[in-house]
C-alpha cells in the first residue's frame, strides 16, 4: 500500500505541479437575478479546469498543445476540460454563479 503524507492520511499519487497563465486568485461570474427569492448555491471551479478551458477554446490551443503548456498528460487535461464544460453548462442553464478557488467547500457540487 502506497502511503503518502504524514501518516499515511492522504491516499492515492501526489497531485503534480502545473503550469498556469495566470495568477490563482478567487474570482466569480455572478448572473444577474431575475427574482430575489432565494439565491441558488454556487458552482466551484478550480483553477486546473479554468486555465485548459481557457487554452483550449479561447486561444485555439489543440489539446496536446496545451497540455503540454501546462504540463500535465493528455488525459488529464481532456478531464479537466470536461468538468469545466459541465460546470459551465450548468451554471447557463440554471443560471448559477460560478466561483473558481482553489478552496472548495464539502458540501460543494
Do not use: D
Given at each position: 500500500?502506497?502511503?503518502?503524507?504524514?501518516?499515511?492520511?492522504?491516499r492515492g499519487?501526489?497531485?503534480?505541479?502545473?503550469?498556469?497563465g495566470f495568477e490563482p486568485q478567487i474570482f466569480q461570474f455572478i448572473?444577474?437575478?431575475q427574482d430575489t427569492s432565494r439565491p441558488p448555491p454556487p458552482i466551484y471551479m478550480t483553477p486546473d479546469e479554468f486555465e485548459a478551458y481557457r487554452l483550449v477554446f479561447?486561444?485555439?490551443?489543440?489539446?496536446?498543445?496545451?497540455?503540454?503548456?501546462?504540463?500535465?498528460?493528455?488525459g488529464t487535461?481532456?478531464?479537466?476540460?470536461?468538468?469545466?464544460?459541465?460546470k459551465l453548462a450548468t451554471m447557463l442553464a440554471e443560471k448559477r454563479p460560478l466561483i473558481v478557488t482553489h478552496?472548495?467547500?464539502?458540501q460543494a457540487v
Open positions: 500500500m502506497w502511503r503518502w503524507g504524514p501518516r499515511g492520511r492522504f499519487r501526489p497531485v503534480k505541479p502545473r503550469s498556469l448572473p444577474f437575478p479561447y486561444e485555439g490551443l489543440t489539446q496536446e498543445e496545451a497540455a503540454k503548456r501546462m504540463n500535465i498528460s493528455r487535461l481532456w478531464r479537466c476540460l470536461e468538468n469545466a464544460r459541465k478552496e472548495v467547500p464539502p
